[in-house]
């Protein structure tokens, strides 16, 4: 029964000896994997098969550069072709999808057809060609990439006196459109109920209109919609519900 889980401190010594056996020469040397792994913005998932190591893979996605890049997948000599760099992959795409990539990278020896066929059928593309990058052999590296789909999501806000509209690509803010209230109110000392649903009920539209002309695109565009429902005015709300 193989299990998938993240790295843990205690797996160090059994990751070493993985990497020895699986890429030799190659191989990162112990303080370098141990950077990789401390790196805030790295995430390794490891497989047992009961309490032996059999697989890892790491993917780095520094925080705010919208792509993920697969540093390494790693599999045991005992357990290729049984799907197992399948299940890690998923994984590793999923991981990056929530992170909000948009693009995921890999490098991959151009001798490798395995590796290169399992690739393209997560619908990664080659995009350039690193000569004699793997040393000492000199095999040429591809680089591939995937495009990742972040939904796009528009999001309406309407609990008290402002009307705003926002739209986001994953982590990414395409627009943020605001129309304010607060000079009605002002003439009556406060916010008055009845008076901001009207203001929101006739912002509204162009709201939305302003932000997806700031994102640049449009509404058929949009896969997902969010709207506050309180707490607020309940007038206000409604007219966003709405």
């Not at 948009?102 to 000569?131: C, H, P, W």
């Not at 009605?184 to 008055?192: E, L, N, T």
Request: net charge negative; glycine share 8%; aromatic share 6%.
């Amino acid at each position: 029964m193989i299990d998938i889980r993240f790295v843990s401190p205690a797996d160090f010594e059994a990751l070493v000896e993985l990497e020895k056996e699986v890429f030799s020469e190659q191989a990162w040397s112990k303080s370098a994997m141990l950077a990789d792994l401390e790196a805030v913005h790295t995430q390794y998932l490891v497989a047992f098969d009961d309490d032996q190591l059999v697989g890892y893979a790491g993917l780095s996605s520094p925080a705010g550069s919208f792509q993920a890049d697969i540093n390494t997948i790693a599999i045991a000599q005992s357990h290729r072709r049984q799907g197992l760099a399948t299940m890690l992959l998923e994984q590793m795409v999923d991981i990056a999808t929530r992170s909000g990539a948009e693009q995921m990278f890999l490098d991959v020896r151009a001798d490798n057809e395995s590796a290169i066929s399992l690739y393209k059928k997560f619908g990664f593309e080659q995009i350039d060609t690193r000569k004699g990058y793997y040393k000492p052999e000199g095999v040429d590296s591809y680089v591939m990439r995937k495009e990742i789909h972040q939904p796009l999501v528009l999001g309406i806000e309407t609990s008290c006196d402002e009307t705003g509209v926002g739209i986001v690509r994953g982590n990414r803010l395409l627009s943020n459109a605001l129309n304010s209230s607060m000079e009605i109110h002002a003439r009556f000392g406060g916010v008055v109920p009845e008076v901001a649903a009207r203001a929101h009920l006739e912002a509204l539209q162009p709201t939305i209109d302003t932000a997806l002309d700031e994102a640049g695109i449009e509404i058929k565009d949009i896969d997902a919609i969010a709207v506050t429902n309180g707490p607020g005015l309940a007038g206000a709300l409604m007219v966003g519900i709405g």
